[in-house]
């Protein structure tokens, strides 16, 4: 997937949630930018991340970020990579350790433009995530890395004692009217 594939990825993926219109439109002018894919292309950049859910889509795999000190999916920046779906995947691989998971779908799942605050001399910036839905067997084995001070298999039904990120709880409702089609 380069960034052409991307920006059609984003039309498909509008005529599903249309109520994204928003997002989707700012996405598309961020595409226009040769960097976007760069962590130094500012005010924002894209990202990419990997919702992961359990075989019976009840729980999802959510790492604590140490520099955030928040409960999210596993992802980080592109470097350069224009493949964002290559890069959800290095990312949950990267920060779990689950070499097995599993792509659900060959389309973004979910999409968000979130703040990043200020770190050291870099300043308050944004993440154009792209979000996809993997799956892995909750027996794997995890590994925590140094980005993350804990990982867990969360239940769906208790996701909101770890967070009240709006753009996770939207996933969440993703996830079960997801299962309630396929099941």
């Not at 599903?16 to 226009?32: A, C, D, G, R, V």
């Not at 839905?133 to 969360?154: K, M, R």
């Amino acid at each position: 997937m380069d960034r052409h594939q991307l920006i059609e990825e984003l039309t498909q993926y509008g005529s599903s949630y249309p109520e994204e219109l928003l997002f989707i439109t700012q996405f598309k002018t961020l595409l226009k930018h040769p960097r976007c894919f760069h962590r130094d292309h500012l005010p924002g950049h894209i990202t990419g991340s990997a919702w992961i859910t359990n075989s019976y889509f009840t729980k999802v795999l959510l790492v604590h970020h140490a520099k955030l000190n928040k409960w999210l999916q596993p992802g980080g920046h592109a470097d350069g990579d224009e493949n964002v779906m290559n890069v959800a995947l290095k990312e949950l691989q990267e920060e779990t350790g689950l070499m097995s998971a599993t792509l659900n779908r060959d389309a973004i799942f979910d999409i968000d433009i979130h703040t990043i605050p200020a770190r050291g001399d870099f300043p308050e910036h944004l993440h154009y995530d792209v979000r996809f839905l993997f799956s892995a067997d909750e027996a794997d084995s995890l590994t925590i890395n140094h980005e993350s001070h804990d990982i867990q298999w969360v239940n769906l039904s208790t996701l909101e004692k770890y967070t009240q990120e709006k753009s996770i709880l939207r996933m969440k409702e993703k996830l079960i009217h997801l299962n309630a089609i396929w099941n």
